[in-house]
């Protein structure tokens, strides 16, 4: 099971870590990240990494902005999200899948799915 947490409101340019817990134990092999929802929007491709190695892949849109990191020993993923924009705002989805998600932008692709987790960017 994957539980997200972090989310809120934030001011234009403000930042956010999002954090998403795992219960049991992910495979070496397996593949972590965040999606996004907007409302009235299809679910969007944030970011994932690598449980093994902590590679990482990164939407355009977030590129530069947004940082995806792994602690194996707390099995926790964090989603790092700075200069935060009007168009971030969304549900926050933490994710996972098998080594082909890498870098997926396909919801399809994850198998196991959090419960999301609000974050609102306000000008």
């Known amino acids: 099971q994957l539980q997200a947490s972090g989310g809120g409101l934030v001011q234009t340019g403000g930042s956010l870590r999002l954090s998403c817990a795992i219960s049991?134990?992910?495979?070496?092999?397996?593949?972590m990240g965040w999606f996004r929802q907007a409302p009235g929007k299809e679910r969007d491709f944030v970011a994932t990494t690598r449980w093994s190695s902590g590679t990482t892949a990164y939407a355009d849109s977030v590129k530069g902005r947004f940082t995806i990191s792994r602690d194996r020993a707390e099995k926790t993923v964090d989603l790092v999200m700075n200069n935060l924009k009007a168009e971030d705002t969304a549900v926050y989805y933490c994710?996972?899948?098998?080594?082909?998600?890498?870098?997926?932008?396909?919801?399809?692709?994850?198998?196991?799915w959090g419960q999301g987790t609000q974050v609102t960017v306000s000008s």
């Open positions: 994710v996972a899948g098998g080594p082909s998600a890498f870098g997926s932008h396909a919801p399809r692709d994850f198998l196991s």
């Open positions: 049991g134990r992910p495979y070496s092999s397996a593949v």
